[in-house]
């Protein structure tokens, strides 16, 4: 393969500090089985690609289990495969990397050990298939330096991080804006695919290194606009951006729409680890509407435009709605829930109300009794 | 020293199962789809696993393929190993001599070295056409205990079944003093499950006597048994009780499914204290559209349903357009049924194509039986299918 996939699974924590605090931003479950790293994962196995290193940085126990060895993915191989990368600290002053390019700098070895000409590098927060072969396509016929892939779209409202914006001319990245509130405007925002030359990627790495340059898009992209040909390649298809618990919510809710779920999973190409559970079973007092519900399930009360992971339990009598359950989650009998995001293992008993609002779901801890 | 394995396992998989019909054309009976997930060989080989017994030969003959497929290399049950795990024993080519297996014991015969090269004490026997949730490793130290040399599972089963059945007629403490095969009138009613543990030196000299018998007909119930008996080995009936279904037959299978349903079900393969393994299948989770209804019913993920589901078994990747009602069915993967279309007390199997407004089968009221579709087919819409029906090939429907 023409391309070594590098993954960022760490680099947005601060966008949704609630889920990532018992687990890294890759494994953050979604779509009622998989974990947001599986769609960056699957679409290099699904562009051909046969090594990707992961990078990691904390709480990263969850990656790895997820992970394993890569068989989900087929890249479980002698020759390549699937390799996690801990993080690579620093011995003087005990700290860990806090930004891309020194993330980078601490997998030196795997990015001089690769073979490939190309570096497909994406993060973990979005949901979305993108086919790298196009990209790299683009990006050699382009001549370009650095391809960038972005997403034209109004930035999801009430979001903290707005993301990175570009403007284009004829295909090129002629200025870059951070953080910039967009007052509702269609922008070019970036989804954070880099496309570029192995060799590149090398020199940036070791020039940052002697030159002590902390950040990619500041001091690499937003420098060489001018002396690098930096490309911008439009992702057409369904988007959607992790940027906060809101739009984590909306983004799991837009699974509902079926031709969102046709784009992502028709084609049954979604990667993750399979686990085994018992099929979902009805009771004859369950009735669900516009759900999508994970194996291993026990329902016997009403389910409605909500995401219901593996292994839960809803008991008769019970009203969910408009929420997002996460596996091993036990609802007592008779108990209302709308516009809630339980984490893992958490167990809501008999007659407990409980309502956030679609703008603002309300988050339950992993393990939580209420 | 010496490496070697306690028991081996012998798992029969050639059946042909001719009496699930159009079920069984193109696969082996252990390959048949239940329960929404699994086939019937998970249940004996994650028997085999939960009991700790990790070397399983598999003996496939009748229509392999997807089988062969489905076992792979073990994964899904945790017997991909280096040493023992799953292995494929089909029928070979030898220097001498090569045949199909010509009986249970001719199969196991010619697998003989598979065996010897674990150097076990004991072997296991299995077949593959049973639902049941079993600790093996009970019966092997039940086994042990009586100092047996074979030792045969069995059940009490009605005295008004027991004709059907291989009858065991045994001493207070187990002992076995005589077989009767499908006695009209039967003295017991402690039937043999086909399952058997073998001290493994005996087995070696009763297959070996066996092979070079005039007139066997080299089958265990038939032949070996009785041998054994009439020699004056010590032969043991252990006693299981529990859920145990021979799923031989259309309605045997049928019934099997729907003893999964239910709140209380009369048997729970979601129970994780004996977890059923099996090859997943890699699809999103299913979706039940706004005008859906899932009533008392088993569905697997990939499911998109807009109908209504009552009281049935729907595996993975079964499509249920709007207005229709599948009641008292079996859908098997990757269906797709159109709209307004109605499916009754039937079993639909994998991959076949049902327009709009298809009818298939007749309420189970009507006395004229389950309804079977097999695999791989098109019904076009509007078309009718009776109860009883046994479907081979596609159906058009009158426009």
């Known amino acids: 393969m023409r391309a070594v996939g590098i993954i960022f699974s760490n680099i947005h924590d601060n966008n949704i500090p609630e889920l990532v605090r018992v687990r890294s931003f890759g494994s953050i479950p979604f779509g009622g089985r998989y974990r947001l790293i599986d769609f960056p994962l699957s679409n290099m196995v699904n562009s051909g690609m046969d090594t990707v290193g992961i990078i990691t940085k904390s709480n990263y126990q969850s990656l790895m289990d997820h992970v394993g060895s890569g068989k989900d993915w087929d890249l479980a191989r002698k020759d390549g495969g699937v390799i996690i990368l801990p993080p690579f600290g620093d011995v003087e002053s005990n700290t860990l990397y806090n930004t891309r390019l020194e993330a980078l700098k601490g997998i030196t070895s795997f990015l001089f050990r690769a073979d490939e000409e190309y570096v497909v590098m994406t993060d973990c927060d979005s949901v979305c298939r993108i086919n790298y072969n196009e990209v790299l396509d683009y990006h050699i016929k382009s001549q370009a330096d650095i391809t960038l892939v972005y997403k034209k779209r109004v930035p999801i409202s009430n979001s903290i991080d707005y993301g990175t914006t570009f403007e284009i001319q004829d295909g090129r990245i002629v200025n870059l804006s951070y953080n910039s509130p967009l007052e509702n405007k269609q922008a070019n925002v970036f989804i954070n695919v880099f496309v570029m030359k192995r060799s590149l990627l090398q020199n940036i790495v070791m020039d940052s290194i002697s030159h002590n340059k902390k950040s990619f898009t500041n001091d690499i992209i937003a420098e060489n606009l001018k002396s690098m040909k930096i490309m911008g390649f439009e992702h057409k298809g369904f988007y959607a951006g992790i940027s906060s618990l ?63 992971f593996r292994n839960v339990k809803v008991g008769r009598g019970a009203k ?10 036990v609802l007592g009998e008779n108990c209302t829930l709308n516009c809630i995001i339980t984490d893992k293992n958490v167990t809501v008993k008999d007659r407990v109300c409980l309502s956030g609002n679609d703008n603002h779901p309300f988050y339950v801890g992993k393990g939580i009794m209420i | 020293m010496i490496r070697k394995k306690k028991c081996v396992a012998m798992l029969l998989a050639g059946g042909q199962g001719s009496r699930l019909y159009a079920l069984t054309n193109n696969i082996a009976k252990p390959a ?101 949730k079993m600790n093996y490793a009970k019966m092997i130290n039940y086994h042990i205990l009586s100092n047996s040399d074979c030792t045969i599972a069995a059940i009490k089963v009605p005295i008004e079944e027991a004709s059907r059945f291989g009858i065991l007629n045994t001493k207070e403490d187990g002992t076995i003093y005589e077989f009767e095969e499908k006695p009209k009138k039967p003295k017991s009613t402690l039937a043999s499950m086909g399952i058997y543990v073998f001290s493994a030196q005996k087995l070696y000299k009763y297959l070996e006597e066996d092979s070079v018998a005039p007139n066997s007909s080299n089958d265990f119930g038939k032949d070996i048994l009785p041998k054994m008996l009439n020699s004056g080995e010590k032969m043991m009936a252990y006693q299981f009780e529990g859920y145990w279904k021979d799923v031989g037959t259309i309605t045997s299978l049928f019934e099997a499914n729907m003893d999964l349903l239910g709140n209380k079900p009369v048997f729970d393969v979601a129970d994780n204290s004996w977890k059923i393994q099996s090859r997943s299948p ?32 729907l595996a993975s ?69 009776d109860g009883g029906q046994m479907i081979e090939s596609n159906v058009k429907g009158d426009n």
Request: net charge negative.
């Open chain 1, 246 to 308: 809101q739009a984590y919510y909306e983004s799991n809710m837009a699974m509902l729409d079926s031709s969102n779920r046709n784009e992502i999973f028709g084609d049954r190409s979604v990667f993750t680890k399979i686990r085994d559970s018992a099929p979902t079973k009805y009771g004859n007092t369950a009735v669900v509407k516009n759900s999508m519900i994970a194996d291993g399930c026990v329902i016997e009360g009403e389910v409605e435009n909500s995401i219901i």
């Open chain 1, 320 to 329: 969910i709605k408009n929420s997002i359950i996460m596996q091993n989650s």
């Open chain 2, 32 to 132: 048949v789809s239940f329960g929404g997930k699994y086939r019937i060989i998970d249940f004996p080989l994650s028997n085999c696993v939960n009991s700790g017994i990790d070397t399983v030969g598999v003996l496939t003959q009748y229509q392999p393929l997807v089988l062969n497929d489905y076992i792979g290399n073990g994964q899904p049950w945790d017997l991909d190993r280096s040493y023992g795990g799953v292995h494929i024993l089909s029928p070979y080519q030898g220097k001498t001599s090569s045949d199909w297996y010509k009986g249970t014991a001719n199969a196991i015969y010619q697998n003989i070295h598979f065996i010897k090269q674990f150097n076990p004490d004991y072997v296991l026997i299995l077949s593959g056409d049973h639902i049941y």
């Open chain 2, 282 to 313: 890699l699809a999103p989770p299913q979706y039940i559209g706004d005008s859906a209804k899932t009533d008392n019913s088993i569905i697997m993920s990939g499911c998109e349903i807009f109908g209504s589901v009552e009281n049935s078994v």
């Open chain 2, 317 to 385: 990747d079964v499509k249920v357009g709007k207005g229709s009602l599948i009641k008292n069915s079996i859908i098997m993967s990757d269906v797709t049924i159109g709209e307004n279309s109605v499916v009754e007390y039937a079993i639909i199997d994998e991959n076949t194509i049902i327009g709009d407004n298809v009818v298939i089968g007749a309420p189970k009221e009507t006395d004229k039986g389950i309804t079977v579709v097999g695999r791989g087919l098109a019904i076009s819409n509007n078309a009718k299918i």
